[in-house]
């Protein structure tokens, strides 16, 4: 149980173009999603908090316009890089809360590739 | 949220027993310990998680002091796919159904050797 999944697996795009990420809680319903971001050989950064029917938050420095965070299920979240910039290239992972609250469980990530 | 100290590597030889301890002086009392490893390219993935005394369960073992101020994951007899990054995370369990943040360190690079 407890399986998170992420699609793509990994994207490679042109500078200036949107893509989207989507992450999925496959055996259980997740009120609450996290959206991390992983830089090579330094650790996961939170980057924004997504609560299903409302509007996430962000952590400080994160740009909420470049960032967009959708989670219209109990199931499903989105992030869409807009405009993405070589400098947008990153590991990126989601992660499901359980459903006391008190356990994250990781998707196996997205590479992103801005060319 | 508690900071939590690891070491940044540590190396093993297969079939060896291996204690990674972690750090964390300013737990506090609602706070929960929780153990995640992660291999290259991959999302983490959930090892343990404890509050006081010890925990196990079929992939390791956590000891926790009765001051808490500190935890060890024991992995038992590690294999070569053993290797990956071990993080620690401490923090308080959900409130009215709330989920809690996870604050990442940095994590420590356990290299298990032939």
């Known amino acids: 149980g407890a399986v998170v999944s992420q699609h793509p697996s990994r994207v490679i795009c042109k500078s200036g173009t949107s893509v989207k990420i989507e992450c999925r809680s496959l055996?259980?319903?997740?009120?609450?999603m996290f959206w991390y971001r992983q830089f090579p050989k330094q650790s996961l950064m939170l980057m924004a908090t997504?609560?299903?029917?409302?509007?996430?938050?962000?952590e400080q420095g994160v740009e909420k316009d470049k960032f967009l965070i959708n989670h219209a299920s109990l199931t499903l979240s989105t992030l869409t890089v807009t405009s993405a910039h070589p400098e947008d290239s990153s590991f990126y992972i989601c992660?499901?809360?359980?459903?006391?609250?008190?356990?994250?469980?990781f998707g196996p990530g997205t590479r992103l590739t801005v060319l | 949220l508690a900071k939590t100290t690891q070491p940044i590597s540590m190396d093993s030889y297969e079939g060896q027993e291996v204690n990674i301890t972690c750090s964390h002086n300013?737990?506090?009392?609602?706070?929960?310990i929780t153990w995640y490893q992660q291999f290259p390219s991959q999302g983490p993935r959930f090892i343990i998680q404890?509050?006081?005394t010890k925990v196990t369960n079929e992939v390791a073992s956590l000891f926790i002091p009765a001051d808490r101020k500190s935890s060890t994951l024991s992995l038992p007899r590690v294999s070569l796919s053993d290797t990956a990054v071990y993080y620690c995370?401490?923090?308080?369990?959900?409130?009215?159904?709330?989920?809690?943040?996870?604050?990442f360190g940095s994590g420590t690079q356990l290299t298990v050797l032939p």
């Open positions: 992660s499901a809360s359980s459903p006391t609250g008190d356990t994250q469980y």
């Open positions: 055996d259980f319903q997740a009120t609450t």
């Open positions: 997504s609560n299903e029917g409302s509007k996430a938050t962000y």
């Open positions: 300013n737990i506090a009392t609602n706070d929960y």
């Open positions: 404890g509050y006081k």
């Open positions: 995370l401490v923090g308080a369990p959900a409130l009215s159904g709330s989920a809690r943040q996870l604050t």
